[in-house]
């Protein structure tokens, strides 16, 4: 049941940051909003771990894993703007 709620956690999270900071060039679609929100949840219990706003077992909740998958969508559109602009 945690592998669903983290899914679950993890879209609402996608779907909230991509609300939040939308682009042009931003991932779409069920699976990859899915895998934003999951990989923001990540970067925000890895940042809160290491500057002291979380113990070792804790993992952040819905609001570091929205401001986790902005930091994801922000870093995404820097390199893909980039890219874009070397071709």
Avoid: C, H
Wanted: a neutral charge; aromatic letters at 12%; hydrophobic letters at 55%.
């Amino acid at each position: 049941m945690s592998v669903l709620w983290t899914i679950m956690i993890g879209f609402v999270a996608g779907v909230i940051a991509k609300f939040i900071m939308p682009g042009d060039n931003e991932p779409s679609g069920f699976i990859l909003t899915t895998i934003l929100g999951i990989i923001g949840a990540f970067v925000a219990t890895y940042l809160g771990q290491a500057l002291g706003w979380y113990r070792a077992e804790e993992g952040a909740g819905l609001i570091g894993a929205v401001v986790g998958a902005i930091i994801v969508l922000f870093v995404y559109g820097l390199i893909a703007g980039r890219q874009r602009q070397a071709i």
